[in-house]
């Protein structure tokens, strides 16, 4: 555990170097970035409190990097980036403050820009018999993909307990969010995005208490099954 601890703290490190990098390089050329969709999956990871080392650091990187971009451009952001940037805001705001329990993670509140994203997010969902999936946009059916709906689940999934803890939520925001996690759930294996599938399923599972799923799991390389 103490290795993935540390693994972990320099992958951190490295990700945040990269960005002020970045940043620096297209500044100097008149440019800025990251993009805002790479912007929303680094802060999901770096949390919304992490903040470049401030010395001789400018104060157009530090912007460029920060919080408020992603909530000044967040209509831009497609709509895994809109799931990203929800799921962010309701998680601490670093990962060191991370609860195992999901269920007991997060904020007790939902931030007003949480809610707008969860609203967009409730709005792309289309139902379908027992199963819902997430479209890539409100006025579309077309499927935003496994990754999108990951990331969608696992926001509904901290709003939803959230709630549980007494955050004021519209029932509405959550109402499909059951037929998500069946529309995902029957579709991982075929869907390449895998792991992030299985963790959003594991944040749904810890939201709603339910540690007791009878789940098979089977590895396979080349067609050839190597554990079950």
């Known amino acids: 555990a103490s290795a993935l ?6 992958w951190t490190e490295a990700l945040g170097a990269c960005l002020v990098q970045e940043s620096a390089s297209a500044l100097a050329l008149g ?3 990251p993009g805002l969709s790479t912007l929303a999956y680094a802060r999901l990871a770096l949390g919304v409190g992490w903040q470049p080392a401030s010395s001789g650091m400018a104060a157009a990187v530090t912007d460029a990097l920060s919080v408020s971009r992603l909530s000044r451009g967040v209509d831009s952001l497609s709509t895994a980036g809109k799931a990203a940037f929800a799921l962010s805001l309701l998680l601490p705001a670093s990962p060191e403050h991370d609860d195992p329990d999901y269920s007991r993670a997060g904020k007790p509140h939902l931030p007003a820009q949480a809610e707008a994203a969860l609203r967009f997010l409730a709005s792309c969902l289309r139902v379908r018999g027992r199963t819902a999936y997430l479209a890539s946009a409100a006025g579309s059916d077309a499927d935003a993909g496994p990754t999108a709906s990951a990331y969608a689940l696992s926001a509904l999934a901290a709003a939803r307990a ?22 995902l759930a029957a579709s991982a294996a075929e869907s390449g995005a895998l792991s992030v599938v299985a963790m959003a399923m594991a944040d749904y599972d810890d939201a709603a208490h339910a540690a007791d799923a009878d789940v098979a799991l089977c590895a396979m390389i080349g067609g050839q099954r190597l554990e079950a």
């Open 5 to 10: 601890v540390g693994l972990k703290r320099q």
């Open 162 to 183: 959230a709630a549980a803890r007494g955050a004021p939520l519209p029932a509405e925001l959550t109402a499909s969010i059951d037929k998500l996690a069946d529309g």
């Open 31 to 33: 440019q800025l970035a």
